[in-house]
C-alpha cells in the first residue's frame, strides 16, 4: 500500500470578497409557486425536499402565485406593508440617534423586516416568542408603543427597563415577546422549554423560538432541537438565514449540510425553507407551522432566506468583509418593494400612495422619538436613577444589596 | 429518613402541593435518579410532572428556564454538580438574570439540585465543590444542607422561592452523617438526631445559618460534609470551637456569623472546594470587614488543595479532622 498524501484542512470562504463582483449564483431560487403546500399533519418523511427548496409566493411580475397564495386580504396586505414600512422608518431615526449620540448602539433590520413583520400575523394573544435582536417588527406589527420602544434604546427615564438593558434588547410579556438576552442561542432551548410548559399545563398557548444563521452552531440549538423533537414541543423553531454573522459567511456555520433546514430533518422535525423577503410566503409558512403546533402536532422548523442590508450593528463596517454591491445583487429582492409591487398589480396601491404613506409613517416615528426624547436620552435629560441598578436582582433584596446600596448612597 | 428520602420527601410534598411543580433530569423520571432522589416520583404523578431528559444539561437548565418563565416551578436534576458547565451559561447568563434585564416582566422561579462534593472516591468528575461559581453570580441563591432535616426544609423553601435556587446536595453526606474518618463506618441517618425529619410541608428560610456547636475558643464557619469534619476536629483536638453550618451561601447570615466571631475572636473557614478563590476567601474578607477589632488570630481557611480533584489521592486532598483540627489549635495558639 502507498504512503498516504498528507492531510490538509477546509477552511470555508465566501464566493466573493470585497474588491470582487457580487456573486449569487450558488443560491438557487426556484420560481414562485411551484413548492407544494403539504397537508399540516404531513409526514415529516414525505416532505424532505422543502428543507432544500425555497418557499416562494411572489413572483417577478408582483402576483402571488402557487398552493400558498392567497391567504391573507387587501386590508391585511396593506397593514402589513404599513408595519414593514414603520420597522424601516423606525430604524432609521434610531440610527441616525446613535450616530448623535443618543445612545450607545443600535441593530436594524434592513431587508429583513417581512419575516418579523409577517411572522407576528400568524400568533394568537398570549403566544410566547423568544426573540433575537432583530426581531422588533413582533413588537411594531403587535402594536407595542414606539415610545416605550424608544425609551429602551435611550435607556431614558421611562426606559421600561429601568436602563438595565443593551438598546434594542426589549421585553414584554404583554407582547409575546420574551426578553432578549443578547447572548447567542440560549432562548432558543428556553422556547422549547416554554412550549413543554404549555403542553404539560394542557394550555392552548404555543412558543416561537428565533436564531440567526451563525448562531445555528452553538450547542443550544442541537439541544433545543433534540428536546423538540422528543416531547413534540408546540414550537415553532425559526432560523433567520442572512448570510452574514457579522463578517463571518454563513458557510462557516453550515459546514457541509446543503442549508440551515436541513438541520431538521435528522430530528425527524418538518423542515422547510422560506423566502424571507416575501411578505406572504413568511405568512402563509408561519400559518402552517403555527397551526401544526396549535394541533399537538409538534415542531416545525423555518429557514427564513434572507439578505442583511445593513451592518451587524452600529460596531462594524461591512464594506470591510463583503462587497460594497452585494446587496444589491441579491436575488431576492426587498421586501418592501415587492410587497409594493403586488399592492400595484392587485390595484390597491400606487407610488404616490405609497409616497404619502412614507410621509405619514415618518411623521408618526418622529413623533414618538421627540415624545421619547422628552424622558431623556442616554447622555442627556432624564435617566433611571442609581438606586434602580440595586433593585430587581431578586424578588427580595438581600441583605448584601442592601449593605451596597448604602454604600453606594443611593 | 435519609438525606435521598428527604430530599424526594421534599419534592413529593411539593408535587402534591402545587401542580407547577415538575422534576426532570437524567435517569429522573422512570428509574428514579443515580442516587434515587427522584424514586417513585413518575409512578406517583405521572410523566408529563417527572420524565427523563436527553443527556444535555444545557438542555435541562434551559428548557426548565423556560418553564419557570412560562409559570411553572421546575425543580430539575443535574446528576453530578461535575456535570453542570454545559449548563453553565444558561444559569450565569439567562435563569440569574431574566428578573433584573427585563425588570421584573419575566421571572425564573427555578430550582437546579444536583450532588456535590467528594469523598465517594469519585475522581475529577464526581467530586468536585462548585459553589463559589454560582455564589459570585448576581442573581443566585445558593443552598448547602448538610442534614435530612434542613435538606427537606431548605428544599421546600427554594421550591417556594420565587428566583433561580442552585440546592448543592454533599453526596458523602446522602446515607449519613460522615466525619472525615474514611475507615470508620458510617453512622446511618435512622440512628441520627437530624434524621427525623416531621412528615408535611415545612420550610427553613433561606440565609439563616445553624449554630451546630456553641463554644467560646475559634469560630468555624463550614458548610455541608465540612460541618461534620468540623465537628470530629473539635473533638479530637479538645478545643472549644463554635461551629456555624452556614446552610445558605447566598443570601448569607452574616448577623450570626459576626455575633460568633465578636464573641471568640477567631475564626477558620472550611470547605472542600479548592482554595484560591473560593467561597472561604468571601467569607473572610467579610469576617475581617465586619470584626477586625475583635480578632485575636489571622482568619485562616481549611480547603482542598488547588489541584484538580484526584482519585487515588482523595484522603490527602479532602479536608479531614486532622488538618482542621490542626487549623483550629493554630488559630487559639496565635
Known amino acids: 500500500m502507498s504512503e498516504p498524501e498528507p492531510l490538509s484542512l477546509h477552511v470555508p470562504e465566501p464566493a466573493v470578497r470585497p474588491g470582487g463582483s457580487p456573486d449569487f449564483s450558488n443560491v438557487k431560487i426556484p420560481r414562485a409557486g411551484a413548492v407544494p403546500r403539504p397537508e399540516v399533519d404531513v409526514d415529516p418523511e414525505a416532505i424532505r425536499e422543502l428543507a432544500f427548496s425555497i418557499i416562494r409566493v411572489l413572483n417577478r411580475n408582483g402576483e402571488a402565485v ?23 422608518a423606525f430604524d432609521a431615526r434610531m440610527l441616525i440617534a446613535q450616530r448623535q449620540g443618543k445612545t450607545s448602539f443600535y441593530m436594524q433590520h434592513l431587508g429583513e423586516e417581512a419575516i418579523s413583520c409577517a411572522f407576528r400575523r400568524a400568533l394568537s394573544p398570549g403566544d410566547m416568542n423568544f426573540p433575537t435582536y432583530r426581531q422588533a417588527g413582533l413588537l411594531i406589527a403587535g402594536g407595542y408603543s414606539m415610545v416605550d420602544m424608544m425609551c429602551q434604546v435611550y435607556s431614558n427615564s421611562r426606559d421600561p427597563l429601568k436602563g438595565r438593558q443593551l438598546p434594542v434588547m426589549y421585553a414584554s410579556k404583554e407582547h409575546g415577546f420574551f426578553t432578549i438576552s443578547g447572548n447567542l442561542a440560549t432562548q432558543y432551548v428556553q422556547a422549547v422549554g416554554w412550549a413543554m410548559a404549555s403542553a404539560i399545563s394542557k394550555d392552548t398557548k404555543i412558543a416561537a423560538a428565533w436564531i440567526g444563521d451563525g448562531s445555528t452552531a452553538e450547542s443550544d440549538f442541537h439541544a433545543a432541537l433534540v428536546f423538540a423533537s422528543t416531547y413534540k414541543a408546540p414550537v415553532v423553531l425559526n432560523i433567520v438565514n442572512n448570510q452574514w454573522a457579522i463578517s463571518t459567511f454563513q458557510g462557516i456555520a453550515r459546514g457541509g449540510s446543503g442549508t440551515f433546514a436541513a438541520r431538521g430533518l435528522g430530528f425527524g422535525i418538518p423542515s422547510l425553507r422560506v423566502d424571507g423577503n416575501d411578505y406572504l410566503a ?72 405609497h409616497k404619502q404613506a412614507e410621509a405619514e409613517i415618518l411623521d408618526t416615528v418622529i413623533a414618538a422619538q421627540k415624545e421619547a426624547e422628552s424622558y431623556g436620552t442616554l447622555h442627556a435629560g432624564g435617566k433611571p436613577s442609581a438606586r434602580d441598578m440595586f433593585d430587581g436582582v431578586y424578588a427580595e433584596m438581600p441583605p448584601h444589596l442592601r449593605r451596597q446600596r448604602q454604600q453606594a448612597g443611593v | 429518613m435519609t438525606m435521598i428520602e428527604a430530599i424526594r420527601d421534599a419534592m413529593d410534598v411539593m408535587m402534591a402541593r402545587d401542580e407547577k411543580v415538575v422534576v426532570f433530569g437524567e435517569d429522573v423520571g422512570y428509574f428514579g435518579g443515580v442516587f434515587r432522589c427522584t424514586a417513585g416520583l413518575q409512578q406517583k404523578y405521572g410523566r408529563t410532572r417527572c420524565f427523563d431528559t436527553p443527556i444535555s444539561e444545557s438542555g435541562i437548565v434551559g428548557t426548565a428556564i423556560g418553564m419557570a418563565t412560562y409559570g411553572l416551578r421546575p425543580c430539575v436534576e443535574i446528576q453530578f454538580a461535575d456535570y453542570m458547565y454545559p449548563a453553565y451559561d444558561q444559569i450565569v447568563s439567562e435563569a440569574a438574570r431574566l428578573r433584573y434585564r427585563s425588570n421584573g416582566e419575566f421571572t425564573c422561579p427555578l430550582v437546579i439540585r444536583m450532588p456535590t462534593g467528594g469523598g465517594i472516591f469519585g475522581g475529577q468528575t464526581h467530586s468536585q465543590s462548585p459553589e463559589a461559581l454560582f455564589t459570585h453570580v448576581a442573581g443566585l441563591k445558593t443552598v448547602v444542607p448538610s442534614n435530612p432535616y434542613d435538606a427537606k426544609g431548605l428544599l421546600i423553601a427554594a421550591i417556594e422561592d420565587p428566583d433561580p435556587v442552585i440546592f448543592l446536595e454533599p453526596k458523602r453526606l446522602y446515607n449519613g452523617p460522615f466525619d472525615g474518618h474514611h475507615d470508620r463506618p458510617i453512622i446511618p441517618w435512622s440512628k441520627h438526631e437530624l434524621g427525623d425529619v416531621p412528615s408535611g410541608h415545612f420550610t427553613l428560610p433561606l440565609g439563616k445559618a445553624s449554630v451546630v456547636r456553641t463554644g467560646s475558643a475559634v469560630t468555624v464557619l463550614a458548610y455541608g460534609t465540612m460541618v461534620y469534619v468540623a465537628q470530629a476536629a473539635a473533638a479530637e483536638s479538645g478545643i472549644d470551637a463554635e461551629i456555624i453550618d452556614l446552610r445558605t451561601l447566598i443570601p448569607l447570615d452574616l448577623e450570626t456569623i459576626v455575633a460568633s466571631v465578636r464573641k471568640t475572636g477567631r475564626c477558620v473557614v472550611v470547605h472542600e472546594a479548592t482554595l484560591t478563590s473560593g467561597y472561604g476567601a468571601e467569607l473572610a474578607a467579610l469576617v475581617q470587614e465586619s470584626c477586625f477589632f475583635h480578632l485575636e488570630a489571622p482568619i485562616t481557611r481549611v480547603t482542598g488543595w488547588d489541584t484538580p480533584y484526584p482519585h487515588a489521592q482523595e484522603w490527602d486532598y479532602f479536608p479531614g479532622p486532622a488538618r482542621v483540627g490542626r487549623a483550629l489549635v493554630e488559630a487559639v495558639e496565635a
Do not use: C, F, Q
Not at chain 1, 74 to 80: A, M
Not at chain 1, 296 to 323: C, F, K, M, Q
Not at chain 1, 326 to 338: F, K, M, N, T
Open chain 1, 66 to 88: 402557487g398552493p400558498w397564495a392567497g391567504l391573507l386580504s387587501d386590508e391585511e396586505l396593506i397593514e402589513g406593508m404599513r408595519h414593514m414600512m414603520t420597522l424601516r
Open chain 1, 282 to 353: 413568511v405568512y402563509a409558512v408561519a400559518k402552517w407551522a403555527v397551526e401544526r403546533a396549535r394541533r399537538n402536532l409538534g415542531p416545525t422548523l423555518i429557514e427564513y432566506v434572507t439578505y442583511r442590508v445593513g451592518a451587524h450593528s452600529t460596531s462594524d463596517d461591512p464594506s470591510a468583509y463583503r462587497p460594497k454591491a452585494e446587496s444589491d445583487a441579491w436575488p431576492l429582492g426587498d421586501p418592501v418593494i415587492r410587497l409594493k409591487n403586488h399592492l400595484i398589480v392587485k390595484g390597491v396601491w400606487s407610488e404616490e400612495r
